[in-house]
């Protein structure tokens, strides 16, 4: 059977059930009070199936309550295809096509999209690297590309005003097969340290290539090493390369340029969790990293990641 004829795509309760049994595998739980020993199926007609009554809270609820897909007419079955759609998608989907695929508005596709990127988001994702292990660190600009970079005296490439200026930067750290991507207002050495010193364990080599602002924070961690790209250096003899983080930003910028032509500023860092999701479960079949997604619709509120970098927006 192929993926896309999986009847989760197309009834609503093969697609409710299929929800409940990755969100509930022991048995419905209340969202509101957590107990699970106390809910009882729902069995009216006038409530339809897949609804539940709590005997602690007494509170009545479905599969639904508590996720991203709280509080939207959509069907079931339209979520799970697409969320299928998008995980299985290597440079991502765009609202326009979604809306065609699945028979929705526009504004429902693109509503549904950045719901399912909360769902992608890893809230919890502890330190990255550690002793023995290495982590690789760059930044790149996403959006129109002006013609000529030079640096200031912070490190920071000098972007020009007007549509130069709407060039966003992106920081991304790869480790152990796993990235972490952030939209700032600025890549200079304020905006990078803080987001190494909070997401990497000091006992890590950085690896990066020798943009200035990188240097004193190089003194952070257990060790700092660099390839020189200006001389053309991209593998060291010892294996310090920046390649991972380099091809992940590529990827990116493909989905970006073709399928996000318009994505604005205040939304990179979502598409960001998109694509690093879709990084972080590469390794698994498009049915198992649609299942993975499925586990984060739980507990997730429509807001920005880590608003402190975001903040100096
Ligand atoms: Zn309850």
Same mark, same amino acid.
């Given at each position: ?13 093969? &697609?409710?059930?299929? %929800?409940?049994? #990755? $969100? ?6 209340? /969202?509101?009070?957590?107990? !699970? ?71 429902? &596709?693109?509503?549904? %999209?950045?719901? #399912? $990127? ?6 919890? /994702?502890?330190?990255?690297? !550690? ?71 000091? &006992? ?110």
């Amino acid at each position: 059977m192929s993926d896309l004829t999986n009847p989760i795509f197309t009834n609503e309760d093969k &697609a409710r059930e299929h %929800l409940e049994a #990755i $969100r509930w595998p022991d048995g419905p739980v209340c /969202p509101s009070c957590g107990f !699970g020993n106390t809910v009882k199926p729902l069995g009216g007609k006038s409530m339809g199936p897949g609804w539940y009554h709590c005997g602690s809270c007494r509170e009545k609820f479905t599969v639904r309550v508590g996720t991203v897909y709280e509080r939207s007419k959509i069907p079931l079955h339209k979520w799970l295809l697409a969320t299928h759609l998008i995980c299985a998608s290597k440079k991502g989907m765009s609202a326009h096509q979604l809306h065609r695929m699945l028979g929705i508005t526009y504004k429902s &596709a693109w509503f549904m %999209l950045h719901r #399912i $990127r909360e769902a992608m988001r890893d809230d919890n /994702p502890g330190p990255m690297g !550690g002793p023995g292990e290495f982590v690789e660190a760059d930044e790149t600009y996403i959006g129109k590309r002006d013609k000529k970079r030079t640096l200031k005296t912070d490190g920071t490439p000098f972007l020009k005003s007007g549509k130069a200026a709407q060039r966003v930067p992106v920081v991304s750290l790869v480790s152990g097969g796993k990235s972490r991507s952030f939209a700032v207002s600025r890549a200079n050495t304020a905006t990078i340290r803080e987001i190494l010193v909070t997401n990497v364990d000091r &006992a890590t080599e950085l690896h990066t290539d020798e943009a200035p602002m990188y240097v004193k924070i190089g003194d952070e961690f257990k060790a700092h090493k660099t390839v020189n790209h200006s001389r053309h250096e991209y593998v060291r003899k010892d294996g310090v390369t920046t390649n991972r983080v380099e091809n992940f930003f590529s990827v990116f910028k493909r989905g970006m340029r073709g399928v996000y032509q318009h994505c604005r500023e205040k939304h990179l860092q979502r598409y960001l969790d998109e694509f690093d999701f879709r990084y972080n479960n590469r390794e698994i079949t498009d049915a198992e990293r649609r299942d993975a997604a499925l586990k984060g619709i739980e507990g997730k509120r429509l807001t920005y990641r880590r608003t402190a970098v975001w903040a100096n927006v």
